[in-house]
């Protein structure tokens, strides 16, 4: 009964903006770090952006600074990932995973760009960036 489940991807045209949620069932995110990815067709997953469990810590992807922001509201057990000024290069398949701070094996850090040593994959939306 424990899930991810990823919302608001869609098809949205270069320069335009979206936001992905996160929401957690079955326990609460309170505890854990939490990260982006992505897999465009054909190619590997990336670390898109992540945040540690307090919130305090977070992390882009060189691609994506200055245009996306990660946020969370444990109040409502969700994450998100807000997305401006889209490219037809972010069209992919985006992923939230959940690792539990307790578990660290690595810096968040690590964990979204190196080892993804996550507990918990969502199971992904859609985010098509076309004219």
């Known amino acids: 009964q424990l899930q991810l489940v990823e919302s608001g991807g869609g098809l949205v045209q270069p320069g335009g903006s979206l936001r992905l949620s996160c929401a957690a069932s079955?326990?609460?995110?309170?505890?854990?770090?939490i990260g982006w990815f992505r897999q465009a067709p054909g190619k590997g997953r990336e670390g898109v952006s992540c945040?540690?469990?307090?919130?305090?810590?977070?992390y882009y992807a060189d691609s994506v600074k200055g245009r996306f922001s990660i946020s969370r509201d444990n109040g409502k057990n969700t994450v998100y990932l807000q997305m401006n000024s889209l490219k037809p290069e972010d069209t992919a398949v985006y992923y939230c995973?959940?690792?539990?701070?307790?578990?660290?094996?690595?810096?968040?850090?690590?964990?979204?760009?190196?080892?993804?040593?996550?507990?918990?994959w969502g199971k992904g939306t859609l985010v098509t960036v076309s004219s």
């Open positions: 995973a959940a690792r539990n701070a307790l578990g660290r094996l690595s810096p968040v850090q690590s964990m979204c760009f190196g080892y993804y040593d996550m507990d918990y």
């Open positions: 945040i540690s469990d307090s919130g305090g810590d977070t």
């Open positions: 079955g326990f609460t995110l309170d505890y854990y770090d």
